[in-house]
């Protein structure tokens, strides 16, 4: 609200005025707290699946914020164009047969987030795949954020 | 950093120079991720997301008309959004489903796959925080054409469900706790995990995945429950290391540092956060009365849902038992942002 003697940022969406826009009009407004990148990245990870096994590959970011922060990823098959949200499934053909390698995440202590890339059918067709990821970990925490 | 101009605003009665960046309403130091657009999809036919490269995206299901909540199926690459109509549960008793109504998805003009974007904001008033202004859009820090995520409000919401007792017929039951958000719109909320969760297959494939044999030379990451084939005891791997005679669970000089007892958790004391974690093993799950969790906005309440089914008495297959007592929680982020509401801001 302007007018209030508080002094602040605002802005607002193209064709709002930011005298009498909505919050949710409002593209920053430095009365709230926005969402803050703490850290973001990438990677790619070789997942080898042979006879009788459920292959996983585990990658560890540390980012020590001492909580638990926002998180969200995605990934794909290295070559291909499509993206899915973590967590998800990309099936893909094998021969005549489809896999499927799974993307997921952990959250073993306050400290460290995992990705988890893997393929839970023992029984599946051999192959080796590599996956891209990518990764953002925001700064604040998936409980008691601030607000007002 | 002297030299360095910011721009960095805290929240109210914090000082900016000394706060924690948690306790930031947004700085110059830090990313904002910048929303460009929202669309819906009511088919799975896919639709040009505008922007000349992969940009990273969101999504969200909803279910029924006017129900949001996260798990929204969509890949996307340098052209298109390409969504999934999910389907949801519409009784448990006996397990019935449909399409949603629709799939929602949120794009941002920061890329998985980098490319070139700048909109032209000739003649528009524009806040701009960056190392070069005339890069593309996406470097830098801060810009006021995009939307970001604003905190409305936090809290815990909690479920204490009696033990549910149907009779040999078996039942279905559903308890809910609520939040009045106030906002007149369904908004986006955290954490972000599934629409719709099923208690026993999450906890059957969790274990199911995270479980292996202690041997030497493999590398055991935090969090993994490993059995010593020595002992049959289970350990929780509390320090990532790679195994040798010197770690190894109760015998190994050090094996402390890398080690906790196993604990077996609550079966009955679920904290929705954690559920982000979910693993899908191969296989079903044999389980006979089952908890569904359901977490999702509507345009006045953040709603936490545990429906219990408790199953019939099927000899000799099954002998009916009654749901226990259990407790579903979870600590909320309510945002400003509304969850069906389309915009474009490329």
């Given at each position: 609200m302007i007018g209030d003697n508080v002094p602040k940022i605002l802005a607002a969406r193209e064709?709002?005025?930011?005298?009498?826009?909505?919050?949710?009009n409002l593209t920053l407004d430095s009365t709230k707290n926005q969402l803050k990148e703490f850290m973001s990245g990438g990677g790619s990870v070789t997942i080898?699946?042979?006879?009788?096994?459920?292959p996983k590959k585990i990658i560890e970011i540390s980012h020590n914020l001492g909580y638990q922060p926002l998180f969200t990823g995605q990934f794909r098959l290295s070559g291909t164009d499509d993206w899915k949200i973590i967590p998800a499934g990309i099936t893909f053909t094998v021969g005549e047969a489809e896999a499927t390698i799974m993307g997921a995440m952990d959250r073993p202590n306050n400290n460290i987030l995992q990705l988890h890339f893997y393929d839970f059918d023992i029984f599946g067709a051999e192959y080796t795949k590599e996956i891209d990821y990518e990764y953002i970990i925001y700064i604040d925490p998936y409980k008691d954020a601030w607000s007002s | 950093m002297p030299g360095v101009p910011k721009l960095t605003v805290a929240r109210p009665k914090f000082d900016a120079r000394t706060a924690q960046p948690k306790d930031l309403a947004f700085s110059s130091d830090y990313n904002l991720g910048k929303i460009a657009r929202a669309m819906k999809f009511t088919t799975n036919t896919p639709a040009a997301h505008g922007l000349p490269y992969t940009p990273r995206i969101m999504s969200m299901r909803e279910p029924v008309s006017g129900r949001f909540g996260w798990g929204g199926l969509c890949a996307v690459d340098g052209t298109n959004l390409k969504p999934t109509i999910a389907l949801h549960a519409t009784s448990y008793d006996p397990y019935t489903s449909a399409d949603d109504v629709a799939t929602w998805v949120y794009v941002f003009v920061d890329p998985l796959?980098?490319?070139?974007?700048?909109?032209?904001?000739?003649?528009?008033p524009v806040l701009i925080v960056g190392a070069d202004v005339n890069k593309n859009d996406?470097?830098?820090?801060?810009?006021?054409?995009?939307?970001?995520?604003?905190?409305?409000?936090?809290?815990?919401l909690t479920i204490n469900a009696p033990e549910y007792d149907p009779g040999t017929s078996g039942g279905v039951k559903t308890t809910t706790a609520t939040v009045n958000h106030g906002l007149g719109y369904a908004p986006m909320f955290a954490p972000f995990v599934n629409y719709e969760m099923e208690r026993e297959a999450y906890l059957s494939w969790n274990s199911q995945y995270n479980s292996e044999t202690w041997s030497s030379g493999k590398v055991f990451y935090t969090g993994q429950d490993v059995v010593n084939p020595d002992t049959s005891?289970?350990?929780?791997?509390?320090?990532?290391?790679?195994?040798?005679?010197?770690?190894?669970?109760?015998?190994?000089?050090n094996w402390a540092t890398y080690w906790n007892a196993y604990?077996?958790?609550?079966?009955?004391?679920?904290?929705?956060?954690?559920?982000?974690?979910?693993k899908f093993i191969y296989g079903g799950v044999e389980a006979f009365n089952l908890s569904y969790i359901k977490y999702y906005?509507?345009?006045?309440?953040?709603?936490?849902?545990?429906?219990?089914?408790?199953?019939?008495?099927?000899?000799?297959?099954?002998?009916?038992?009654?749901?226990p007592a259990e407790k579903v929680y979870v600590d909320y982020t309510i945002f400003y942002n509304p969850?069906?509401?389309?915009?474009?801001?490329?």
């Open positions: 064709g709002f005025d930011v005298r009498t826009a909505e919050v949710k080898v699946k042979v006879e009788w096994d459920a | 796959v980098a490319g070139t974007y700048k909109k032209d904001m000739t003649g528009k996406y470097e830098q820090r801060i810009h006021s054409n995009y939307d970001t995520f604003k905190v409305h409000s936090t809290g815990r005891a289970w350990y929780t791997c509390k320090l990532t290391h790679t195994a040798n005679s010197t770690n190894k669970p109760e015998t190994g000089a604990v077996e958790p609550d079966f009955y004391d679920t904290y929705v956060n954690k559920l982000e974690d979910q906005s509507t345009s006045t309440q953040l709603v936490l849902e545990l429906s219990q089914y408790c199953y019939p008495d099927d000899p000799p297959l099954y002998e009916y038992t009654p749901c969850a069906g509401e389309e915009f474009n801001l490329l």
